[in-house]
């Protein structure tokens, strides 16, 4: 029999001992990669999705690094974990996962599940419209989709979005200068800069660059700010990511967005959680008012439509709940062999 003939004949890979299989849907929201974890993953025991973190973080971040990592993921992947609900009011939990560890909001993961859940029946859909609840780290997330001649259309409403501080200053060494940013929660903390600031491009062109800048005034606001508090749970009190804000280049965009955040990864979308933020920033300058939004563009041209939906008072803070919308695609599915021969099994980073 030659080759082609066994080929042919034969096509399905048979699991070696000892060996593991995680399955995966593959999605993109924008351009940012969601990998939907299906199976495979331990089961633990814990009595809140935060205490489900911690474990997850403390023994089994391998799985983690062999699906964000290479030989199966690169340094920009982005995945989530769907689980049974902790919160008597969600539909699932999720965990949210990347190249540094487990992030606690995540935008375009939100809008990526909502997407999945309308194409596989994981949710009803009564006259074109479907709801489904997610408990993240952060809170409670309410996602909704339209169906129109059969095309999802996503949006979710953020967690109680708030700013810690305007204008405040840090200064950056490789640029020999002081720079004015602003401090916002929107499910995590970020620090949004005015890229003018730095006469620096927000294009892809610039990338390496962003990503410098990105990382290096993260640590300096980590090293100084007083802020990244979060007023009713402490695991939610780090700042996860510099934001450049800077002039739109696609028509109909009022804004580019683009994050720099857990380990150097840069969001290809422009970020849900950031720009839920963005809303409470510009509520508290006076900029937007309830009921109104904007569209912002990503480093790659995708874009999200924000807006203000309500405000409240939230642990001290004067709030808003931002309502964020987009588009996510399914682009693959994957069967992934942790092989225990392998001495890369739980994969490596280069960049």
Not at 91 to 117: Q, R, W
Not at 276 to 301: D, T
């Amino acid at each position: 029999m030659s080759f082609f003939e066994r080929y042919s004949a034969n096509k399905e890979y048979r699991l070696p001992d000892g060996a593991l299989e995680l399955t995966a849907i593959d999605m993109h929201t924008g351009g940012e990669p969601l990998r939907v974890v299906t199976s495979g993953y331990p089961q633990i025991e814990a009595k809140s999705l935060l205490e489900f973190r911690r474990v997850l973080k403390q023994d089994y971040d391998h799985f983690r690094t062999a699906l964000m990592f290479e030989p199966r993921g690169h340094a920009d992947m982005y995945g989530c974990l769907l689980l049974k609900p902790f919160h008597p009011e969600a539909d699932c939990s999720v965990i949210f996962m990347h190249n540094e560890g487990y992030s606690t909001m995540c935008g375009h993961a939100v809008i990526g599940i909502m997407t999945l859940a309308v194409e596989m029946g994981w949710v009803e859909v009564i006259n074109d419209h479907a709801r489904l609840n997610i408990e993240a780290p952060c809170g409670l997330i309410k996602a909704q989709a339209e169906i129109t001649n059969g095309k999802v259309k996503a949006s979710f409403e953020c967690v109680p979005s708030f700013v810690t501080v305007l204008d405040a200053k840090v200064f950056v060494t490789s640029i020999g200068k002081e720079i004015r940013y602003d401090l916002a929660y929107g499910g995590a903390f970020y620090a949004y800069v005015d890229a003018a600031q730095l006469e620096l491009d927000v294009t892809s062109e610039n990338y390496a660059r962003i990503i410098e800048l990105g990382r290096e005034i993260k640590q300096a606001v980590v090293e100084t700010s007083k802020h990244i508090s979060h007023p009713l749970e402490g695991d939610l009190s780090f700042l996860y990511g510099t934001i450049f804000i800077d002039g739109p280049v696609s028509d109909g965009c009022q804004s580019r967005n683009v994050c720099v955040f857990a380990d150097g990864e840069v969001d290809r979308s422009p970020t849900g959680s950031g720009v839920s933020g963005r809303m409470a920033i510009h509520y508290a300058k006076g900029e937007l008012r309830v009921g109104e939004g904007m569209r912002i563009e990503s480093v790659i041209g995708s874009s999200f439509y924000a807006e203000v939906t309500s405000t409240l008072q939230y642990g001290g803070h004067q709030a808003v709940i931002p309502k964020v919308s987009g588009d996510a695609y399914v682009c693959g599915t994957n069967r992934f062999i942790i092989n225990p021969d392998d001495n890369l099994k739980h994969g490596f980073l280069l960049r």
